[in-house]
């Protein structure tokens, strides 16, 4: 049974890059179905997707948080990563990770998918 | 891309049916069958209910139902229990892109 496991600080400082990262387990991230999204809740407030990344390393972000967005991946460990630069207060949330599976290929892009499963979340909270 | 509409909360009864709508556009919700719906309960992850607009993952219940017309998407849950209480968001991914909904509280009273 596939699993997700979010990692990384629970506390970061504003104006400082938050980092989080992903394991996989029961599956390979190297799946040629499949992107893997980094998804995030705002306390009591709904779902924005951040970006997803196939095992290539190719990357789609949301617009909105794209000049601050890293993914990254790194199949010798199963896992990947996100990059969240000059954070505010207003990045403080909840993170997911969760498998997206990969739909129709043009020559210059992807359609991406739902997102299922996902893992438990972590709680990032951006404050000095 | 802008984020789909959802109704902030719906409220049923005991085995009674309720709808959910989530309307977006003909770019998006309308152009495409590419709607998921997400349930999430208190502290919890969100888990997957229905893909493709009306597709219900392995170990999903058949009283949730998803369907569309138009620009609008709608997640119904019939013969409702004190179980379906949380919130749902729907989402659409028609592109390289994905937008959620703002979520939907359902109270099952």
């Known amino acids: 049974q596939l699993q997700l496991q979010e990692s990384g600080p629970g506390l970061v400082k504003p104006s400082e890059t938050l980092s989080l990262t992903c394991t996989v387990s029961?599956?390979?991230?190297?799946?040629?179905?499949?992107?893997w999204g980094w998804i995030r809740q705002p306390p009591g407030k709904g779902l924005e997707w951040i970006g997803s990344?196939?095992?290539?390393?190719?990357?789609y972000y949301n617009p909105s948080l794209k000049s601050r967005v890293t993914i990254s991946v790194d199949t010798s460990k199963n896992q990947f990563s996100l990059k969240l630069s000059s954070v505010t207060a207003a990045d403080t949330a909840v993170y997911y990770c969760?498998?997206?599976?990969?739909?129709?290929?043009?020559?210059?892009?992807?359609?991406?998918?739902?997102?299922?499963?996902w893992g438990q979340g972590t709680l990032v909270t951006v404050s000095s | 891309q802008s984020a789909l509409t959802q109704p902030a909360s719906v409220s049923g009864s005991p085995g009674q049916s309720i709808t959910i709508s989530c309307t977006g556009t003909?770019?998006?919700?309308?152009?495409?069958?590419?709607v998921s719906w997400y349930q999430q309960h208190p502290g919890k992850a969100p888990k997957l209910m229905i893909y493709?607009?009306?597709n219900r993952p392995s170990g999903v219940s058949n009283r949730f139902s998803g369907s569309k017309s138009g620009n609008t998407a709608s997640l119904t849950i019939s013969g409702l229990q004190a179980e379906d209480e949380a919130d749902y968001y729907c989402?659409?991914?028609?592109?390289?892109?994905?937008?959620f909904g703002g979520g939907t509280k359902l109270t099952v009273l």
């Open positions: 969760a498998r997206n599976p990969r739909g129709y290929c043009s020559s210059t892009s992807c359609r991406l998918g739902w997102f299922d499963p």
């Open positions: 029961g599956g390979s991230i190297s799946s040629s179905s499949y992107y």
């Open positions: 990344i196939y095992y290539s390393g190719s990357t």
């Open positions: 003909s770019s998006d919700v309308g152009g495409y069958n590419y």
């Open positions: 493709d607009v009306s």
């Open positions: 989402s659409s991914y028609t592109s390289s892109t994905v937008v």
